[in-house]
């Protein structure tokens, strides 16, 4: 069996690139991972913790191991963090792989962050903060990508069917 993700998600924070990978996952009979949950499991501590005790960049540092180590070994769904692509070398590690990029506009996205609670990014002024992170990242978001999947305004077993579409060309 191959050990390589059938679709690796990729999006902005509120994007739904878990609730959608796990809905994804399910459909497809496959199973789901998420780097984030590998992260703090590796660190031992919630991704806040990670942020507050040691920072982003070894935050950074444990993301491009958990991507690199979940991009080799993974056989079904796998899910990034938002900050993921920014990383040359994840870019990098991405070439060759399904990457569906789950995007999202700013209203849909502050609407499904709220106040930004686990995001430790969000947690001051999450409407501009969002707002910036996603300009910044918009155009990485595209280099990596081999299909966009639009969600606003969808559920995530819409967007999940889209992406099943995707998969099958
Ligand atoms: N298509 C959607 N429509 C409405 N709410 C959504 C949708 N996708 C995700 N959500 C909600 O938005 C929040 C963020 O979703 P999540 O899957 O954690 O996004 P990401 O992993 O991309 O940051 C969650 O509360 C989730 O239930
Ligand atoms: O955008 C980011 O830099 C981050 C997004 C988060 O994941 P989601 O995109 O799943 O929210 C998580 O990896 C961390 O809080 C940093
Ligand atoms: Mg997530």
């Given at each position: 069996m191959s050990t390589r993700p059938v679709c690796v998600l990729v999006g902005a924070?509120?994007?739904g690139k878990t609730t959608v990978g796990e809905a994804l996952a399910a459909a497809l009979g496959v199973a789901f991972r998420d780097t984030d949950t590998d992260i703090e499991e590796m660190a031992g501590k919630p991704i806040p913790e990670i942020f507050v005790d040691e920072g982003e960049e070894h935050f950074r540092t444990l993301e491009r191991a958990a991507v690199a180590a979940a991009l080799a070994s993974h056989p079904g769904v796998l899910a990034l963090g938002?900050?993921?692509?920014?990383a040359e070398e994840t870019r990098a590690a991405l070439v060759g792989h399904t990457v569906v990029h789950l995007s999202v506009e700013l209203p849909d996205a502050v609407k499904r962050i709220?106040?930004?609670?686990?995001r430790p990014l969000l947690a001051l002024n999450p409407r501009a903060t969002l707002k910036y992170l996603m300009e910044q990242r918009r155009p990485l978001y595209a280099e990596v990508a081999t299909a966009t999947v639009v969600t606003d305004g969808r559920t995530p077993e819409e967007i999940a069917a889209d992406i099943q579409a995707v998969l099958k060309h």
């Amino acid at each position: 069996m191959s050990t390589r993700p059938v679709c690796v998600l990729v999006g902005a924070p509120g994007s739904g690139k878990t609730t959608v990978g796990e809905a994804l996952a399910a459909a497809l009979g496959v199973a789901f991972r998420d780097t984030d949950t590998d992260i703090e499991e590796m660190a031992g501590k919630p991704i806040p913790e990670i942020f507050v005790d040691e920072g982003e960049e070894h935050f950074r540092t444990l993301e491009r191991a958990a991507v690199a180590a979940a991009l080799a070994s993974h056989p079904g769904v796998l899910a990034l963090g938002g900050g993921a692509v920014l990383a040359e070398e994840t870019r990098a590690a991405l070439v060759g792989h399904t990457v569906v990029h789950l995007s999202v506009e700013l209203p849909d996205a502050v609407k499904r962050i709220g106040l930004g609670a686990g995001r430790p990014l969000l947690a001051l002024n999450p409407r501009a903060t969002l707002k910036y992170l996603m300009e910044q990242r918009r155009p990485l978001y595209a280099e990596v990508a081999t299909a966009t999947v639009v969600t606003d305004g969808r559920t995530p077993e819409e967007i999940a069917a889209d992406i099943q579409a995707v998969l099958k060309h």
